[in-house]
């Protein structure tokens, strides 16, 4: 595989919403697609957290590693998707936050993450299933694109 | 609320456009929404700034806090959304920021913040009014959804 | 120039994809445009890499300064966009990346940079053509709308 792979989807309903208040981000997101029968989607988040669970790939040991931090956060970007693994609807997402002086950091997003104040773009995805299968190269659960 | 509330959107005109050297970043989104009459949309935004004016919300002061900086800075990403308040198209953005070395800052975008360079893909949406109302809870303006 | 300008596009084909395991981030989103027919698209990745290229731009020497290091990096966010330079389909990204200590850093995004894994979404753009010429202000290759 030299090239990007993919695929041609059509624009499904678009959707600009919040999130609610002291309630886990991703169950938020992941809760709004079941219940909209959303299968794919694209989103995007700005707002602000009051808790956050961040981590990274560890690319060698291919495993994720994450923290929990309590604090006042703002997210200054939230890029993610949902797609397919084991026939429900995922959320993955990465996140840049900053506290109070602007100091930023970011990773990989996890549950226990508590909103405080958050609005979301979502655009819904129609075509063929994107589905998370196990990647060897890499150990992680990716699209296959046949 | 328990989960995320939205209203479905259609997509209105969709544009890329540049943003005037060493003008205000907000203000001539902004403006251009004024000009081309567009009440809602989401924006992302790439390029450099000379100067910035950054901040984050006090979640227990339930104030904004923000600083100036002068300096060459690249806008790594800006996603914001375009709303109305008490009527007339607002802009609500957040930044990521980096200086020479890399090393990044970002957070609530204010005006002050002068363009250098910077390109613009801007979605306008058409449906029911987006309008930023007081929330007690976070004391942002928020948007109401019924 | 006191306002944004810009241009109306419209919607062309919409992808999503993955890009390649241990090949560049750039040539391969080049190549799939090429490959596909694509003038003018907007794009944005989350994923990871084993290396990166980055830098910014010195607004007073006008010239780009950038360097390489090799290091598993999460992609939080990679904004950018494709439009022509010499009849070219030429893209434009700015990357915000952490280390496995949620440690951000970030810059203009240059080739020799290698994808470990990432996903894409990329909205082609339809309308008139795109094309970077020389800017006096900044010296940079930027959009001209007349």
């Not at 989807?9 to 169950?27: A, E």
């Not at 429900?88 to 950091?105: F, M, Q, R, S, Y």
């Not at 773009?121 to 150990?139: A, F, H, P, S």
Request: hydrophobic content about 40%.
């Amino acid at each position: 595989m030299n090239d990007m792979t993919g695929l041609e989807m059509q624009h499904g309903r678009l959707f600009v919403g919040r999130l609610p208040y002291k309630k886990d981000l991703i169950t938020s997101v992941e809760n709004f697609c079941k219940e909209s029968s959303i299968d794919m989607a694209v989103f995007s988040i700005i707002g602000a957290v009051s808790s956050v669970t961040i981590g990274s790939y560890d690319q060698k040991q291919q495993v994720y590693v994450s923290h929990f931090e309590k604090a006042p956060l703002e997210i200054l970007t939230c890029t993610g998707n949902i797609s397919l693994k084991k026939g429900n609807p995922v959320a993955h997402a990465h996140i840049v936050l900053c506290d109070e002086e602007g100091k930023t950091t970011g990773g990989h997003l996890f549950s226990d993450t508590i909103v405080f104040a958050a609005e979301i773009e979502l655009q819904e995805l129609i075509g063929n299933t994107l589905e998370r299968v196990y990647d060897k190269n890499t150990g992680l659960m990716l699209w296959k694109f046949i």
